[in-house]
């Protein structure tokens, strides 16, 4: 057991074990989709055992998204506080992808969010804080480009986001071409090069 992992409770380590199943099926199957019964089946307890440690599937939904992606909004906030220069801001989509990779299911969640039903009660709470990220992004690069409009700026930020997610949704498809895999550290290096030379020449364009 990781070092980490010891120090948690029984009851965080059960907390967590329900985390990682829901989280991973609500990617596969949509909040609608998914049932406590799957959730308690996937992590090894008892249905009524998930009110131990959340209120019902909503409280289980919103602590999933908030493990993924307050880190993602805390380090988005403390770079952009903190940003001096071009290399400043071209790194940050290199900090989203190892933020993500470690919750690669959130991908997956963001882009049903965006392409569903709006009034569903799943995609509501993550576009809830997908508008956050956005904000945070516009906002940064307002400060960077003073000469933009905001369309162009949007679609830098939207343009940034699909790169940085369409890559941990492309696991599939690097594996099929390539035989390899994308959390490789090679890889990866490789990725975010790549990712630096693509928003340095979004943003001195």
Do not use: C, H, K
């Given at each position: 057991m990781p070092e980490q992992a010891r120090k948690l409770t029984k009851g965080?380590?059960?907390?967590?074990?329900l985390m990682d199943a829901?989280?991973?099926l609500f990617a596969r199957q949509g909040y609608e989709g998914t049932s406590l019964r799957q959730i308690a089946a996937a992590a090894t307890i008892r249905e009524p055992g998930i009110y131990n440690h959340f209120s019902g599937k909503q409280g289980l939904y919103e602590a999933v998204l908030h493990r993924a992606l307050a880190p993602m909004a805390s380090a988005m906030t403390e770079r952009l506080d903190q940003a001096e220069g071009l290399r400043d801001y071209t790194?940050?989509?290199s900090v989203m992808t190892d933020l993500l990779l470690a919750h690669p299911q959130?991908?997956?969640l963001f882009h049903q969010a965006l392409q569903s039903d709006s009034d569903s009660v799943g995609n509501r709470l993550v576009l809830r804080w997908?508008?956050?990220l956005?904000?945070?992004?516009?906002l940064?690069?307002?400060?960077?480009?003073?000469d933009g409009d905001r369309e162009t700026l949007a679609l830098n930020v939207i343009a940034m986001f699909?790169?940085?997610?369409?890559?941990v949704l492309s696991q599939q498809a690097f594996a099929s071409m390539t035989g390899g895999d994308i959390r490789h550290p090679a890889t990866l290096d490789k990725q975010k090069r790549l990712l630096r030379r693509v928003i340095r020449a979004m943003l001195i364009s």
């Open positions: 965080q380590r059960t907390a967590s074990r829901a989280e991973e790194d940050l989509p959130m991908a997956a997908l508008d956050e956005f904000r945070q992004g516009m940064s690069m307002e400060d960077l480009r003073a699909n790169i940085v997610t369409g890559y």
